[in-house]
């Protein structure tokens, strides 16, 4: 057995301790804006379901209550268009980063195998590769990858980090690209609901997959949309054949979601209020800090979706993060999210208004 610092890269955000500590001796205190973790009430009907489900003595199932399963078939048709969707074509999963991270593991892939992701990506692609032992590739276009091999296409429209969206056109080139041979796709769209400049579509959506899910499956989040991050609470929807093999492999694992857990995520995907008003929350923070940001001498380039802006002074990221550092404000740099990104700085918009209105000030 290989020693765990072979098998993965160092985790990123150690690397930000020393820039936290100069942000955090500011005399008002740090506006941390480097990690997109949710900072708002958890929604009071949320809370009451997940309470009234508190007294579950007995194991849930891996693949949810009849409810929850219900409640996923009935967001994805109302805000995917994913139309005919059946229990078999879901499943929920203990937050999407367990998911991520564990996949390639549980389809079973391995040395030889190529498992791809976009060229400027959230680690933890690549990370579950590395678990599996699996190869790895990034890309700026999947189809113009080499498909000898690969297995596992991951697509993340919107993005994280930069906030990019990819259109219907482009989603149904590349997945027609993929059918043709053979790869297995998985689409991250946790950021879905967080559309600003632009309206994401899902691999799901009927212009994009033809009606027909062969193939296809989506990864979907309640934690940016409903404020679930401390619920790990995320679900899967598309080939009922893969999600058949990947709910077996589950139950042996053990890997389920609580009982009160899920009474939450039928709540949560049931109200389309709460979502509402946490996009206009979060509307707000975007534009306050993109003007500052714009008049401190910044660029930013996509940032059209997603919790974050994608911000760039043409320098050294890690230039960035020091100089705003010494200005209280911490973020984080591009390279954390690949090599492409050694001159941006990626700006969360998950802070309180009060945080986000004194980063503003400073700037």
Same mark, same amino acid.
């Given at each position: 057995?290989?020693?765990?610092?072979?098998?993965?890269?160092?985790?990123?955000?150690?690397?930000?301790? !020393?820039?936290? #500590?100069?942000?955090?001796?500011?005399?008002?205190?740090?506006?941390?804006?480097?990690?997109?973790?949710?900072? =708002?009430?958890?929604?009071?009907?949320?809370?009451?379901?997940?309470?009234?489900? $508190?007294?579950?003595?007995?194991?849930?199932?891996?693949?949810?209550?009849?409810?929850?399963?219900?409640?996923?078939?009935?967001?994805?048709?109302?805000?995917?268009?994913?139309?005919?969707?059946?229990? &078999?074509?879901?499943? !929920?999963?203990?937050? %999407?980063?367990?998911?991520?991270?564990?996949?390639?593991?549980?389809?079973?892939?391995?040395?030889?195998?190529?498992?791809?992701?976009?060229?400027?990506?959230?680690?933890?692609?690549?990370?579950?590769?590395?678990?599996?032992? @699996?190869?790895?590739?990034? /890309?700026?276009?999947?189809?113009?990858?080499?498909? @000898?091999?690969?297995?596992?296409?991951?697509?993340?429209?919107?993005?994280?980090?930069?906030?990019?969206?990819?259109?219907?056109?482009?989603?149904?080139?590349?997945?027609?690209?993929?059918?043709?041979?053979?790869?297995?796709?998985?689409?991250?769209?946790? /950021?879905?609901?967080?559309?600003?400049?632009?309206?994401?579509?899902?691999?799901?959506?009927? =212009?994009?997959?033809?009606?027909?899910?062969?193939?296809?499956?989506?990864?979907?989040?309640?934690?940016?949309?409903?404020?679930? $991050?401390?619920?790990?609470?995320?679900?899967? $929807?598309?080939?009922?054949?893969?999600?058949?093999?990947?709910?077996?492999?589950?139950?042996?694992?053990?890997?389920?979601?609580?009982?009160?857990?899920?009474?939450?995520?039928?709540?949560?995907?049931?109200?389309?209020?709460?979502?509402?008003?946490?996009?206009?929350?979060?509307?707000?923070?975007?534009?306050?800090?993109?003007?500052?940001?714009?008049?401190?001498?910044? &660029?930013?380039?996509?940032?059209?979706?997603?919790? /974050?802006?994608?911000?760039?002074?043409?320098? %050294?990221?890690? =230039?960035?993060?020091?100089?705003?550092?010494?200005?209280?404000?911490?973020?984080?740099?591009?390279?954390?999210?690949?090599?492409?990104?050694?001159?941006?700085?990626?700006?969360?918009?998950? #802070?309180?208004?009060?945080?986000?209105?004194?980063?503003?000030?400073?700037?």
């Amino acid at each position: 057995m290989s020693a765990v610092s072979d098998r993965l890269p160092t985790f990123p955000w150690d690397k930000l301790e !020393p820039f936290k #500590a100069t942000a955090a001796a500011h005399p008002d205190g740090i506006v941390d804006l480097s990690v997109g973790t949710p900072v =708002d009430p958890v929604p009071e009907l949320i809370q009451k379901a997940l309470v009234a489900a $508190a007294d579950s003595p007995g194991y849930p199932t891996v693949w949810g209550t009849p409810e929850l399963r219900d409640a996923i078939t009935g967001w994805c048709e109302r805000r995917l268009g994913a139309r005919g969707l059946t229990h &078999r074509g879901v499943l !929920p999963v203990v937050g %999407s980063k367990e998911l991520v991270a564990w996949l390639p593991t549980q389809l079973g892939l391995g040395p030889g195998d190529r498992v791809a992701y976009p060229r400027l990506a959230y680690p933890t692609y690549e990370v579950g590769a590395r678990l599996a032992r @699996a190869d790895y590739v990034s /890309y700026e276009d999947p189809t113009d990858l080499d498909p @000898a091999g690969l297995k596992l296409l991951w697509l993340n429209s919107p993005s994280n980090p930069t906030g990019r969206v990819l259109s219907k056109d482009e989603l149904t080139r590349i997945v027609a690209w993929a059918r043709e041979h053979g790869i297995l796709v998985f689409s991250d769209e946790c /950021y879905l609901e967080l559309g600003w400049e632009a309206d994401p579509v899902s691999v799901l959506h009927p =212009d994009v997959c033809g009606g027909s899910y062969e193939g296809l499956v989506s990864v979907h989040s309640l934690s940016k949309r409903s404020n679930l $991050a401390g619920y790990r609470a995320a679900f899967l $929807a598309g080939d009922e054949a893969v999600l058949g093999d990947l709910l077996q492999i589950r139950k042996h694992g053990g890997m389920m979601t609580s009982a009160p857990t899920q009474a939450a995520a039928v709540a949560a995907l049931g109200d389309d209020t709460h979502v509402r008003e946490q996009r206009e929350r979060y509307a707000a923070r975007r534009t306050a800090l993109r003007e500052a940001l714009l008049r401190h001498g910044f &660029r930013i380039e996509h940032s059209e979706a997603s919790l /974050y802006l994608w911000a760039t002074r043409d320098g %050294s990221c890690w =230039d960035t993060v020091a100089h705003l550092a010494e200005l209280g404000i911490l973020v984080a740099p591009g390279d954390f999210y690949g090599p492409a990104g050694e001159s941006f700085v990626r700006v969360a918009l998950t #802070a309180t208004d009060e945080r986000v209105q004194a980063a503003v000030g400073r700037l």
